[in-house]
């Protein structure tokens, strides 16, 4: 199936458009939401997290603190390193469980460090980035109230630059404006990549 891969730096608004894309009837796969479903109590990564970071990186209920492992791993690039061959593997083994079960005219795979990794170049036909200048960035995702400014920016600081993001795009949504500039440009690339899946370009 068509596949696009839809990334952004952190609160460029990537949910925001994954969502336009999915009403409009796009069949929509977002890898964050995978990593949740992976670390709740007894799923496939806990066992594997236990073993190599110890059971304080656990709640009581048995799934992960996702708290705790994130100050870790923007303090520590080791850990982060170890935690990402952790989940990565088995992110992108239920993405493509989930490409072969949707049935929509295309597919769009929400996947946050999209170019940092390149580990879904093999299964993305196109790259969207969503992009916003940085302090949008940080005033936006402090506007949700889980992170500190300090917090924001070691995340901003993990992903690649907006210049390097822009220059790997075969497709750019500006998300400066308003929530209807915002669906007017999702629809328009929602026609363009109909067309697309159906030309099986």
Not at 24 to 37: E, F, P, S, Y
Not at 123 to 145: F, I, S
């Amino acid at each position: 199936m068509f596949a696009v891969g839809l990334t952004g730096g952190i609160g460029c608004g990537k949910s925001s458009a994954a969502q336009l894309f999915a009403e409009l009837g796009a069949g929509v796969i977002d890898t964050d939401a995978i990593a949740h479903q992976l670390t709740q109590s007894d799923a496939p990564a806990v066992d594997a997290i236990r073993l190599k970071f110890g059971a304080d990186y656990l709640l009581p209920d048995g799934s992960l603190d996702r708290v705790k492992m994130r100050r870790l791993v923007f303090s520590d690039r080791k850990a982060k390193t170890r935690l990402e061959a952790i989940l990565h593997p088995l992110i992108k083994q239920e993405v493509q469980v989930e490409m072969q079960r949707i049935q929509a005219p295309y597919l769009l795979i929400v996947v946050p460090l999209l170019l940092e990794t390149g580990n879904y170049n093999d299964l993305v036909q196109r790259v969207l980035v969503v992009d916003c200048d940085e302090a949008q960035q940080l005033q936006r995702t402090m506007a949700r109230g889980t992170l500190s400014a300090a917090e924001v920016r070691a995340i901003m600081a993990s992903q690649v630059d907006r210049q390097t993001r822009l220059r790997g795009a075969d497709d750019v949504i500006d998300n400066i404006g308003d929530p209807e500039d915002l669906r007017r440009q999702v629809e328009n690339l929602h026609h363009q990549y109909v067309k697309l899946a159906g030309s099986g370009d």
